[in-house]
């Protein structure tokens, strides 16, 4: 394992927050009844290798509005599964075979219901 590779995932995921708009209009408003209607459990794992549990990070986040469960993949140039990690992220968007160093990374979103991002 490459670990320059693994402690730069934070910075990775730090600027998927700032394309994803994150970091923009951020509130500190009290919840109103129609925002707690919109609040999902997700999961959240920051570092999970293939045919092994999470080993880092493990439990849940609440996606508030404007947030999302998000799985992300992280896989070598030849395609096999390096690591995955979970979360919740504001904005989130879908994506596919970012180029990050000798790796890709797709990242998908859901908020179809609690914990949607165990499914993906």
């Known amino acids: 394992m490459n670990k320059s590779l693994l402690l730069?995932?934070?910075?990775?995921?730090?600027?998927?927050?700032?394309l994803?708009?994150?970091f923009a209009?951020?509130?500190h408003d009290t919840?109103?009844?129609a925002q707690i209607i919109e609040i999902i459990q997700c999961r959240t794992c920051h570092i999970q290798f293939p045919r092994q549990k999470c080993s880092r990070g493990?439990?849940?986040c609440t996606?508030?509005?404007?947030?999302?469960?998000?799985?992300g993949r992280i896989f070598k140039n030849d395609g096999t599964l390096w690591l995955t990690?979970?979360?919740?992220l504001k904005n989130?968007?879908?994506v596919n075979n970012i180029k990050w160093s000798v790796y890709l990374v797709n990242l998908r979103c859901c908020r179809s219901h609690d914990l949607c991002n165990e499914d993906i």
Request: glycine share 10%; charged share 20%.
């Open 8 to 18: 730069g995932l934070p910075v990775l995921l730090c600027c998927f927050r700032v």
């Open 20 to 22: 994803c708009g994150s």
């Open 25 to 27: 209009d951020q509130e």
């Open 31 to 33: 919840y109103s009844l």
């Open 58 to 60: 493990r439990g849940l």
């Open 63 to 71: 996606a508030v509005k404007e947030e999302a469960c998000t799985t």
């Open 85 to 88: 990690f979970r979360g919740c």
């Open 92 to 94: 989130c968007a879908n």
